[in-house]
């Protein structure tokens, strides 16, 4: 199995990036699939999680500016992501967990202008 989260990039205040979350040997309907970010200093903190039955969640700060989504067809997940802040600024990783838990390698967002 392996993850790969791509997406990231270098955008200003207010801009929008969609991440993307793809897989090998592994079909995300059947797992809850999540988004979560690491700023220098910090913890790995949950951004966004969509379960395999469709139901999503959010953190506080991103709530009414992110979008998760699911295309099963596809079989990718996607972090829809904007009125960006400084704040928003981390490594963004996808994480796929069921019986087992998968990660993603990272992908870098900066937010700046």
């Known amino acids: 199995v392996e993850i790969v989260d791509s997406g990231g990039g270098l955008v ?10 793809s897989g090998s040997a592994i079909f995300f ?3 809850t699939t999540s988004w979560y970010r690491q700023s220098p200093g ?3 903190e949950l951004v966004a999680a969509i379960t395999g039955d469709g139901e999503v969640e ?3 700060a991103v709530k009414g500016r992110f979008i998760i989504s699911r295309d099963n067809r596809k079989n990718m997940v996607y972090l829809q992501m904007n009125s960006l802040k400084p704040e928003d600024t981390a490594v963004y990783f ?4 069921a019986i087992r838990m998968y990660w993603g390698q990272g992908t870098q967002v900066t937010v700046s202008s």
């Open 42 to 44: 910090k913890e790995r």
């Open 94 to 97: 996808c994480n796929a967990r």
């Open 58 to 60: 959010y953190a506080d």
């Open 12 to 21: 200003q205040p207010g801009g929008s990036l969609r991440l993307t979350c």
């Open 29 to 31: 309907a059947q797992y």
